[in-house]
């Protein structure tokens, strides 16, 4: 497999998981050029989430939450911006930032991973 198709498996993987806990997936991909791209956009009853999806087949180099670094986290609060600015639906509602990290096949969710300074 390849970086985007292991990539994308290790997003299903996590929409699945995220699912099993109630949390209802609105968009995968979205992209906000030049700022990137979310792999997950989701609800958790009445707050947004903007979810980061990191995998990691080793532990060797690092766990995969560990690998959201302050540029990634910079670029991904950008693009939740320009989400906001796109749909007026959710311009009042609570947001936060959380990493689905995948290490092999260990599942972390880390909630509130990092925030809006």
């Not at 320009?82 to 749909?87: A, D, E, R, S, V």
């Amino acid at each position: 497999m390849n970086k985007t198709q292991i990539g994308s498996k290790a997003e299903s993987q996590a929409c699945d998981f995220l699912k099993y806990h109630g949390i209802e997936i609105l968009e995968q991909n979205f992209k906000a050029l030049p700022y990137g791209e979310i792999d997950i956009i989701a609800l958790d009853q009445n707050v947004l989430i903007f979810v980061e999806v990191k995998f990691r087949k080793s532990n060797v180099f690092g766990f995969a939450q560990e690998m959201v670094t302050l540029a990634k986290q910079s670029k991904i609060i950008n693009t939740a911006n320009i989400f906001l600015q796109q749909n007026d639906l959710y311009q009042d509602i609570e947001c936060r930032f959380d990493v689905v990290a995948i290490n092999s096949n260990d599942i972390n969710w880390v909630k509130n991973a990092f925030q809006v300074n």
